[in-house]
């Protein structure tokens, strides 16, 4: 099919334009006039639409009438940073051979640095006739200039002065995952009108909040520009999570407060200041525009047949990220956009790393999920991307999409096996303990191979997906009927367990109770090998009231209330990361063997029963083995050898004595969950562990110190 024209007509309308380049892509001031390169393999016409400053009125169409390749490019004279765009694309509407040009949909450019406007749901927006008995191969004529958000040329220019990135090791890191609006909407400390903006991020109280809490690098939800889905607005909701990115270079423009792109600039280098890193959760598996019945914003209109993977000769779409569409990487120029966006916020940005959303979906090559595809080959060479940290979220829905340890180093991944072995065995499930153990050496059954190291696994307990951690101690069931899905949406198995009342309750007893499983958790998170990471909230009490899957909730429900927070639970977080710092046992590269270490012949790690002994293997298949004792040394293969050592206890059943190991002259309590402000103290050979408790000691040299030194 052969669409209309345009409303407007394809000649020139507007200032003389040149040639230019067909590179850089995207829209480039270079002093006195800007570049526009654009791709589109398939296309047979480009338009580029100037806008009036208020993006209300088209004031140009100017033709690309060079190309180089699949490149489309021109040059505007005289046009300054500031000035609105969007670009038409003509070509053939073919949509059961994957072809969706429309020159009648305004739209975004894939490389636009910053936008203009919000979205405005229309139907108008949609490519094709809605409520037409033909659906998507019929072809709507309306112009979606009005309700779409205009592209805007920028000049990326900043002063860093001595900026410089921390460049904290994996194994001294410990990450806070947050949401700009959420971290900020209520804080009483942040001035009202930077409340929810990148601004307020970094005001001074967030930022010596979390110095104070021992946090070392901050990962934000997607903050790259993304769109409320239809049906969400219909209800009166929003996209609250942020999981619909419709511009990869572009920040999110409802974060972003009169500096314009300069607010994500100074945010960074004020965290930097404090030391803390800032890692962006980015979203390269899908985009906003949904499946064939999606609205045409940007890659459907430019050459949806390239940008899209595609099924059923081209018109349905693959669908391994729920969402309605996949990204197709495995082209060239996508990957190229990719790589663009991820050296352009680490360049422009100094973002200090990424963590990839459904990464298995960045790594499905035509035969399926490959280490060593064309991604992963792009990533690694990249002399840019080598200086940051890089964390996949190892599955998708899609075939094969369960990745956990596959990604090559030096990727580190969310380990959701940490996350549920670590629930079940503090909720009590039986014959938990050989899991609890694997997941404590850094999950070595999943990352213990081609030469990567401990800090691969990614520990958490809890994720901006799922329940926080009040809630996680406090509901049985999931509660998310304000997402208006009839609770159908969310995880049904959360290993969560309420301490015997559902939901929020004045009982003492259960009080006390859900406060010690919440610090049996933190603790267990903390003392593990790998990287730690917590959600943010969860060290001050956060509930969510049971929903567990917030992501239309931009309200109070998600909203961390400050004036509410359990300053005793943030102290103990404190008090956690800061025994993290002190004991380099506990967060280490290499994993441990129990080999022999040449310095003193002990092994690197013991497992130990209550008794003393180490457990057999009957020991391990004992569904009432509940106590779990662990000594932790520097790695046999560390020529160093180190004095540091730690033993820890982990008993999710009832009381029991615990005898301490002869291998040192002594050792001394500095942590019990059940006394979380008790002051450390010389231990007796034997000493009791209370039930549901986590208990840890260091080792103590003849004259009284500490192995690290410590009086």
Not at 507 to 527: E, F
Request: glycine share 10%; charged share 20%.
């Amino acid at each position: 099919m052969t669409p209309p024209l345009a409303d407007k007509p394809a000649r020139q309308t507007g200032p003389a334009t040149a040639a230019g380049r067909p590179f850089p892509m995207g829209a480039s001031f270079d002093g006195d006039g800007v570049n526009f390169a654009v791709f589109s393999a398939h296309a047979e016409r480009m338009e580029l639409c100037l806008f009036s400053p208020d993006g209300r009125k088209e004031t140009a169409r100017l033709p690309f009438r060079d190309r180089d390749g699949d490149i489309w490019h021109q040059r505007v004279p005289g046009l300054m940073p500031g000035a609105l765009y969007g670009l038409r694309a003509h070509g053939p509407y073919q949509p059961e051979a994957g072809h969706r040009f429309n020159p009648n949909k305004l739209l975004i450019d894939p490389y636009a640095r910053a936008l203009e406007g919000r979205l405005r749901w229309s139907d108008a927006l949609m490519g094709y006739k809605v409520g037409s008995p033909r659906t998507d191969l019929s072809f709507d004529t309306r112009d979606s200039a009005f309700a779409m958000p205009k592209s805007v040329v920028i000049d990326p220019a900043f002063h860093w002065g001595k900026d410089a990135a921390p460049q904290t090791p994996l194994t001294a890191t410990v990450i806070y995952e947050a949401h700009v609006r959420g971290l900020t909407a209520l804080h009483p400390g942040v001035p009202a009108p930077l409340r929810g903006t990148l601004p307020g991020l970094c005001a001074d109280p967030v930022l010596e909040h979390l110095v104070r809490l021992g946090v070392t690098a901050i990962e934000l939800m997607p903050v790259q520009a993304f769109v409320d889905d239809r049906f969400l607005v219909a209800r009166g909701l929003r996209n609250y999570w942020g999981y619909q990115t419709i511009g990869f270079f572009a920040p999110e423009p409802r974060y972003l407060g009169r500096g314009g792109i300069r607010d994500m600039q100074s945010m960074v280098h004020r965290f930097h200041s404090a030391g803390i890193e800032v890692i962006l959760d980015v979203v390269y598996n899908h985009s906003g525009e949904g499946d064939a019945l999606g609205p045409t914003l940007s890659f459907r209109g430019l050459d949806n047949r390239s940008y899209y993977r595609l099924a059923d000769g081209g018109r349905t779409y693959v669908n391994d990220t729920g969402t309605g569409n996949t990204l197709n990487l495995t082209h060239p120029m996508v990957l190229r956009m990719v790589m663009d966006s991820l050296r352009y916020w680490v360049e422009t940005f100094h973002i200090d790393g990424f963590r990839f959303d459904l990464a298995s979906v960045l790594g499905r090559e035509a035969q399926g999920f490959d280490p060593q595809g064309g991604f992963f080959d792009a990533i690694l060479q990249d002399p840019v991307l080598a200086r940051v940290k890089l964390i996949a979220e190892p599955w998708d829905i899609g075939p094969g999409g369960y990745q956990l340890g596959a990604f090559p180093h030096p990727f580190a991944e969310w380990n959701d096996r940490f996350r549920d072995g670590v629930r079940r065995f503090w909720r009590g499930d039986a014959g938990l303990t050989p899991e609890l153990a694997n997941r404590l050496l850094g999950s070595s059954d999943r990352f213990d191979h081609s030469g990567r190291a401990a800090t691969g696994s990614v520990n958490f307990i809890t994720a901006h997906d799922g329940f926080t951690l009040q809630d996680l101690v406090s509901f049985t069931v999931k509660r998310n009927l304000a997402n208006g899905e009839d609770n159908r949406d969310g995880h049904g198995e959360n290993h969560s367990d309420n301490l015997g009342i559902e939901g929020p309750t004045d009982d003492p007893a259960v009080l006390a109770a859900r406060a010690l499983r919440k610090r049996n958790l933190l603790a267990t998170l903390m003392l593990a090998q790998g990287v730690p990471m917590l959600l943010a909230g969860d060290e001050m009490g956060h509930s969510q009231q049971g929903n567990n899957n917030a992501y239309a909730q931009d309200n109070e429900t998600t909203w961390i209330n400050w004036d509410r927070a359990d300053s005793d639970l943030t102290a103990f977080v404190a008090r956690l990361t800061a025994l993290r710092r002190a004991h380099p046992v506990l967060r280490q590269k290499r994993f441990l063997h129990a080999r022999p270490r040449a310095a003193d012949g002990l092994p690197d790690v013991t497992w130990r029963r209550a008794d003393g002994g180490v457990p057999r293997p009957q020991d391990w298949h004992d569904p009432a083995f509940r106590c779990l004792g662990v000594e932790l040394r520097q790695a046999a293969e560390d020529a160093d050898g180190g004095a540091d050592a730690i033993f820890a206890v982990f008993n999710s059943g009832s009381a029991q004595d615990v005898m301490l190991p002869r291998t040192a002259p002594g050792w001394r309590l500095i942590l019990d969950t059940t006394r979380p402000a008790a002051a450390p103290a010389d231990a007796k050979a034997v000493v009791a562990a209370p039930a549901h408790s986590v208990l840890v000691f260091e080792a103590v040299t003849p004259s009284g110190f500490s192995a690290e030194g410590r009086p």
